[in-house]
């Protein structure tokens, strides 16, 4: 059954558009499982009915003429139940209804599963049998795994043909994802596909089709010179067979008929990348089709030719690009390097099919005030290059194609937001205290120089976060110690005399350096952060020398260490600190030992939050990662987004832990995780007597704006309250009511 069920859904996934994939499914599960009937009924986005969509059994003149509402037949009943109803005979039941034009009085045994994709029943699979028996235990066990496999693949199907729809008729579409950076960008987007997958080419045209030719023909030449070098320089370790391997990829490439296809697409203004894909991708279906195992085999190799020659495309396509102004940048996982490739001035908006609104892109996205919605996940980003589109990152929301109306009440809350940013100017200057004088230091998180610029116009009193990853994710190689040196040094001097707390290199988990790759199975619970670098003290030497370097004669520098979730990682990285320290100093620097900090975001950190305070000058807690491990979710996995809280009474109690920890052994505890920047969690810090919020130089007003509207004795109560409550959402709730309350809300979005 495996294997069957491993075939269907992987020729399901190579289908066009939706027909071809429910007609695949009715066919081969009718095949597989041996029934007369095999039958899917979607759901009508617009009736709420199910409707029969395909079928091999019944009248195919039945199609779209059967209409179920929820609860209504067995389909209905399936629907509402949510799972499988399997009957001996179907017309005992008393929800059996007859609809003569399927022909299906013929039919007795019945067998229907729920499709269910988030959550929402999107449709029923069905098989029937003309005999009296009923489905055993195996066939319906089938019947779920392929329903629940198939379920994100009509999904993704059906968007794409919402989109092929309005494409011809320019109506306008809505996707929904994670509200991951407020704000709204009404733009065009500008699609990032991995370099070397078939599937996932955008749809785009070519304008002038002789230059799309030329540029296909050259990237054809590069792809055989490329495969013959590299033949010639295996030769002698390959054996025949794997050297015929490379003379059929040259004489597939040299096969005339395979560049008449895809020249003539070309001539239809397919832009090169597109057809050539569309054309080896339909090569590979052929393969996968066959009978005979080993055709079965190559296609593989067709896949991988044409992934070579796609790189060769794509690359002489960069050299040509022009990012068009108001670029949303689009990707099924978007990075920073990416974002780093469209000019600032041009970039504003981000989506993505993957990832959360922790990801690392995402606290970019916020540091950097660009609009984001992550974890659109049934997007069918391949057919939106070039689109208008508005993202609608307060409701995590994407509309493509957007009609007139819907862009003028846009227009309106972009500049609504205006209005709002322009009310919060004023407090630039103002200190960060609540209305009774409680002083809180507001500081920022730093990784891009434009944050810095941001960061002094709006008032922000030392840097509590420098992520240095940042520049290291922006380069090809590791940055050398003079290279640190200047980045770092023009952070320092930016601030000074403002304090600049400089992390340590924290890569690993969704943070990979294209020239230091980390494969692992579990990268958050793997080789990251402080583990890296201290099993490579060349790294981690280099940086801090770096650091104290950057800092001579300006005396803000402190040295912050992530990941740390025990005593002896912070025995082992002071002593290379001390080491560094004393080596600058033996050559002569004047440079004073800076103070050393750690962040807690390791539970096993917080229970033993007292003992690693008295070792340390200061401590920070990093919210984001500390509520992953607490909550045992992904901060980057957009399907358990939703169970992703900071405010969870746990990360609550661990948080009011590790800031009693610090203070019992007299050190200052500062935040500089993404609850820091939330204007209600901010409040309820401030109620524990966190002494530092570190947030991105975006939400530092906001903040500043709800700690000025309210009394210190105000947020202890707020906090009094919520730590009597037990569930995530009612204290989620209860906060923003609070900030609707003092006037705040009104602030932070437009209404
Ligand atoms: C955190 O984990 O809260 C934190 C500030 O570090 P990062 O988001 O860079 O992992
Ligand atoms: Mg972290």
Partial sequence: ???????????????????????????????????????????????????????????????????????????????????????????????????????????????????????????????????????????????????????????????????VAIGQQRNEAKFGGIAASPGVAIGRAHVIAPQANLATVPYSCCIDVDAELELFHQALASARDEIREVGERLKDDLNREERALFDAYISMLDDNSLAVEVCDRIRQQISAPRAWAEVMLEHVRRFEAMSD???????????????????????????????????????????????????????????????????????????????????????????????????????GELHVHPGRELRRRFDAIVAEERELARNLDHLAGLPGETADGHRVRLWVNTGLMADVVRSLERGAEGVGLYRTEVPFLLRDRFPSEEEQREIYREQLEAFAPRPVTMRTLDIGGDKALAYFPIEETNPFLGWRGIRVTLDHPEIFLGQVRAMMKAGKGLGNLRIMLPMISGLGELVAARKLVERAHGELVDEGYDISMPPLGIMIEVPSAVYQARELAEQVDFMSVGSNDLTQYLLAVDRNNSRVANIYHALHPAVLRALQEVVSAGHAANTKVGICGELAGDPGGALLLVAMGYDVLSMNATNLPRVKAALRAVRKADTDKLLQSVLAMHCAEEIEETVQAYLKRIGIKALLQPQ
């Avoid at 013929?106 to 929402?120: D, Q, V």
């Avoid at 609104?357 to 992550?374: D, E, F, K, Q, T």
Wanted: hydrophobic share 45%; aromatic share 6%.
């Fill in 1 to 163: 059954m495996l294997g069957s069920l491993r075939s269907i859904v992987q020729e399901v996934n190579s289908a066009r558009d939706l027909p071809a994939v429910l007609d695949i499914i009715v066919r081969r599960v009718r095949e597989v499982m041996h029934t007369r009937v095999c039958s899917v009924y979607l759901r009508d986005k617009q009736s709420g009915n199910y409707v029969l969509m395909a079928t091999r059994g019944l009248n195919q003149s039945a199609v779209g003429q059967v209409h179920l509402a929820p609860g209504e037949g067995l389909v209905g009943n399936v629907v509402t139940r949510e799972e499988p109803i399997n009957l001996e005979q179907a017309e005992a039941h008393p929800a059996y209804q007859y609809f003569p034009a399927t022909g299906e009085e013929r039919f007795s045994a019945f067998l229907g599963t729920p499709i269910i994709h988030h959550r929402n029943v999107l449709g029923v699979l069905v098989v029937q049998q003309a005999e009296k028996r009923r489905f055993d235990e195996g066939e319906e066990a089938f019947l779920v795994t392929l329903s629940a496999q198939l379920a994100g693949v009509i999904a993704h199907a059906e968007a794409t043909g919402v989109l």
């Fill in 293 to 395: 195992a080993y055709f079965r085999d190559r296609a593989a190799d067709v896949r991988d030719l044409g992934a070579r020659v796609l790189v060769h495309l794509r690359q002489q396509q960069q050299s040509q690009r022009d990012y068009p102004e108001n670029t949303v940048l689009i990707g099924e996982e978007l990075t920073a390097a990416m974002l780093a490739e469209v000019p600032r001035e041009k970039l504003i908006g981000l989506v993505s099919v993957k990832g959360s609104s922790n990801s690392h892109v995402a606290i970019i996205a916020r540091a950097m005030g660009l609009p984001a919605v992550m974890g659109v996940q049934d997007l069918p980003y391949e057919q939106i290059e070039g689109a208008d589109l508005v993202v609608d990152g307060y409701r």
